[in-house]
């Protein structure tokens, strides 16, 4: 006979393996959401996704404004392709997007880093990433609890109730 | 809506338990709700829950964050002192309503 039963979310893994503005916000807000509920949180960052660990980038990541049929000027008008492709404009869009959200009390990243760990999750760097790109712990921010590999990263994902999440 | 006795005092609160008349609130109905949390009040407690009451009635937003830079306490403490999902707890004790907020 099936059961219908519902399980209560107990723990969540949140892969970021990208650099850019929204899909690091996107496993940050999620899992600082996570941690605010009650809810055991995991983030392992690798590949574009240690950008947002690493000291040197996490507080200047950018938006692409290239290829990104979603993006729009002031005023909800269409940005055009070969606008973001000029030098500047990138670092510009990306700069009015981060102050967007400074208003709406969205911290920088290693600000939201401080405060998901502070409400106990965890954030880890993938090892293959850090190898591939020359990174080493002392890169990392202080928060990174450590480098590991992706069968460490499995072992953390055992009990009833775990998701897995890659954004 | 439903109504509770917190304290000998009837409150007014939402089908989650949120207090909907915030003027009904008193330390002891505070206490009440927070026994029935599971958190045991201390002065630092109250500290926070005046902060909160503040900034509710100011009509600001309550975030981890605020609560982080309040200067009242860090968000460490505050996770630990509210236990499990503590803008929800906190602000039930302190009996204003639900936090509609992401961060």
Redesign the interface.
Known sequence: MEKDEKYKLKKVLLICSKGTIEDVYAAL?MG??A????IECKLFFTFFGMDAIKKDTMNHLHTSTVGNPAMKMPGNLPFPTWLGGIPGIEAGVSKMMRAEMEKL???NVD?FL??IV???GEIYACKLAADMFGIKKEDLHDDVKAIITVGDLYAMCDGPGTQIIFT | MATKTFAGVNVDVTEEGYMTDSSQWNKDVAEAIATEQDVELTEKHFEILDYIRNKVASGA?L????I?KSGVV???E??QMF??????KSTMIAGVPKPES??
């Open positions: 807000v600082n959401g941690v605010m509920e009650g009390d969205i911290p600000e401080e405060l502070a409400g106990g | 937003t975030t981890i964050r605020g982080n860090n968000a460490k505050f996770y236990p499990g999902a503590p803008l929800k992401c961060i």
